[in-house]
């Protein structure tokens, strides 16, 4: 008999194990979907400025509009979460995502295309926080760096996706279809959210107000700094692989958009692998303020090198763009500092306080880049009114990215560290 109860709590145990790996994985694989969501423009810039007649100016502030919302949301979407639970939360994004990226897909003015833009990081702005709620719902506090780190693993992968592998879809069925393909595979995540992602038994959010994680937050200078270093970091991704490194490598070494593309897929791969191997070392060496500041440094020398020496060759501009992504990479971590600062419970309002920090650089930096890049164009064009840009021009820009790299550092010389008792 005794036998027989010990076989069974062993079942349910690895029945409960197996629940809570599906579900962060269900988690992980949202979050792809939404990078893909925000990244699938990097490759369509030629298509839209052509088709939509749209200087850089204006396609940074089209393609920067999901960052409004997402921004904007992210606390709220953080304590619903934490009163809903993950499950509820992440289906009805995954079915709203999906239709902005439909609506996108089929605009035919400037107008659909920013609707469809909003209603994308309206939807997404769960995503990542998600993958942290869950994280607190069913694993030990210990794991949440590795947890996190795999899931920013996760969206690089989905940015990696939405750069190279849509730009060959859209070299073959058009821009359009691409679209409506990456819409497709959303609505069909969404009904395997629904059948297979499971619940959290937790109740403790419910016996105390939501609103306390937050105050914790915002009233400690801390996350701030935190969030502050973390939309720095984040600049490699939102500023150059996300929309402006593409049309940078076309102009240097004059290849085509696909080729191109391989630079922001570099860049994403290297952001995966660091988003782990940073988790690890501030693991190994248990310190994670030496972690960010030593990666920090890395990304600075990579990226230094990357975009203004011009001896580099295309292969060793690519390895020296891995390098710069593997040591951005920590700006993961940034989270695991945030999510010390309050109870287990509040751990969706951590996450969408830190993020919204995070993503304000994305929608920021975005537009501005293009704006400088038209500043530093001074209205060269074409013939037919094309805005012509040249190698210049975008070194001039990306110094901004250099010099938010260096400010990192300055703001996490102020974090307390975050040591795990042995």
Wanted: net charge positive.
């Amino acid at each position: 008999m005794t036998v027989l109860c010990d076989m069974t709590n062993s079942l349910q145990g690895r029945q409960k194990a197996n629940g809570a790996l599906l579900s962060v994985a269900l988690c992980w694989v949202f979050y792809l979907f939404a990078y893909i969501t925000r990244v699938e423009p990097s490759v369509l810039t030629n298509d839209l400025m052509s088709e939509f007649g749209m200087t850089s100016s204006l396609l940074g502030f089209v393609i920067s509009i999901a960052y409004i919302p997402y921004v904007a949301m992210q606390i709220p979407c953080g304590i619903i979460t934490d009163k809903l639970g993950t499950k509820t939360m992440i289906f009805a994004s995954c079915i709203a995502c999906s239709l902005g990226v439909f609506v996108f897909g089929s605009a035919q003015s400037v107008l659909q295309l920013e609707v469809g833009r909003f209603l994308v990081g309206l939807s997404t702005a769960a995503a990542f926080l998600c993958c942290g709620k869950v994280a607190t719902e069913f694993f030990d506090k210990r794991r949440y760096a590795m947890l996190m780190g795999i899931a920013m693993c996760m969206g690089c992968l989905g940015g990696i996706s939405g750069s190279v592998p849509t730009a060959y879809l859209v070299s073959k069925i058009g821009w359009r279809n691409t679209t409506y393909a990456i819409a497709t595979f959303g609505i069909l995540l969404s009904f395997a959210i629904l059948v297979f992602m499971k619940k959290s038994q937790k109740q403790s959010t419910q016996q105390c107000n939501l609103l306390d994680g937050l105050k914790l937050l915002a009233k400690n200078p801390k996350p701030w700094l935190i969030g502050f270093y973390g939309a720095m970091t984040y600049l490699p991704l939102s500023a150059l692989a996300e929309l402006w490194v593409v049309p940078f490598m076309e102009q240097r070494y004059g290849i085509s958009t696909e080729q191109a593309a391989i630079s922001s897929t570099i860049l994403f791969i290297g952001f995966a692998l660091g988003s782990v191997i940073s988790a690890w070392v501030a693991e190994k060496i248990n310190s994670y303020k030496k972690t960010i500041i030593f990666f920090t440094i890395g990304s600075i020398f990579f990226f230094w090198f990357a975009i203004y020496d011009d001896a580099i060759e295309f292969t060793s501009c690519l390895a020296l763009l891995l390098g710069g992504g593997i040591c951005a990479g920590a700006n993961n971590l940034s989270f695991t500092f945030s999510y010390h600062l309050v109870p287990p419970e509040f751990g969706g309002t951590s996450t969408g306080f830190t993020n919204a920090l995070v993503m304000s650089s994305a929608a920021l930096f975005q537009p501005l880049l293009g704006r400088l890049l038209d500043f530093f164009r001074n209205g060269l064009a074409t013939p037919d009114g094309t805005p012509i840009y040249n190698l210049t021009m975008y070194r001039s820009a990306f110094m901004f990215v250099m010099a938010g790299l260096l400010l990192a550092i300055f703001a996490a010389l102020f974090v307390n560290d975050v040591k795990h008792k042995e």
